[in-house]
């Protein structure tokens, strides 16, 4: 599962996102509110874990705006908050399940399954087509006019990652996260150069522009 972590508590964070990507997850750590709304709004995460308090927006207003602007995927409230009323407010703002700390990772998971279980994500297409470009998600190529375009791997998945959110800006740390890693030591000026040499290869002279850079924030995919 492609999940995202809000949480703030540096310690608990990292050992969560160390014991989800033990079990085959891809993490995605927000350790304050900041972006995590953007975030979840454009990427298509299988989960959101969102632990209550947090600098910035909370978990429980987040919660509350996906589920007003029309977002399905699952939610699990994560928090020290106990009482019966606090349990009652986080499923009413929306959440799918409600995990009390101190927990147990094998509860953790064991939620995470019975919310796997429940999900009714849509199969994503085989194939893109946007425009004249095709592509064929399956088999890794891309083509153009016709035309096959030869891309790295990375090349590939920032494509994809693009054309999946087609039409909404995809922030630098979603793209750095995705295609290098979380720890990974990658500036903005190596993101910028390799989307440089993406252009390349996907806009020859005289075609329509696909890839926008969005000054400060991240890309856009837009035929």
């Known amino acids: 599962m492609y999940v995202l972590l809000a949480e703030d508590d540096q310690k ?18 927000f ?12 990427s298509s995460y299988d ?16 919660c509350r705006r996906l589920r007003a602007n029309g977002y399905e995927g699952a939610i699990l409230m994560l928090t020290a908050r106990d009482a019966l009323d606090d349990r ?17 990772f094998a509860e953790l998971f064991a939620r995470i399954r ?13 194939d893109i087509t946007i425009a004249d470009l095709v592509v064929h998600c399956t088999q890794h190529t891309v083509e153009r006019n016709g035309t096959f ?9 920032l494509l994809e990652l693009l054309l999946r959110n087609r039409g909404h800006i995809v922030p630098r740390e979603i793209i750095f996260d995705r295609i290098w890693g979380y720890d ?32 400060g924030v991240g890309y856009k995919f837009e035929a």
């Open 12 to 29: 608990l964070g990292r050992l969560i996102s160390h014991m989800l990507k033990k079990e085959g997850h891809t993490v995605d750590w």
């Open 149 to 157: 375009i030869q891309l790295t791997p990375r090349e590939f998945q």
């Open 114 to 126: 019975a919310l796997a279980r429940r999900s009714c994500t849509p199969i994503q297409p085989e």
């Open 31 to 42: 350790d304050s509110g900041d972006n995590v709304y953007t975030c979840a709004s454009v």
């Open 47 to 62: 989960l959101l874990i969102l632990d209550w308090m947090m600098p910035g927006a909370d978990g429980i207003s987040i």
């Open 88 to 104: 009652v407010c986080g499923l009413d703002a929306g959440a799918d399940d409600y995990l009390v700390k101190p927990f147990e």
């Open 184 to 215: 990974a030591d990658v500036s903005s000026n190596t993101l910028d150069a390799f989307v440089r040499l993406l252009r390349k290869k996907i806009e020859q002279p005289g075609e329509r522009k696909l890839i926008h850079n969005v000054r």
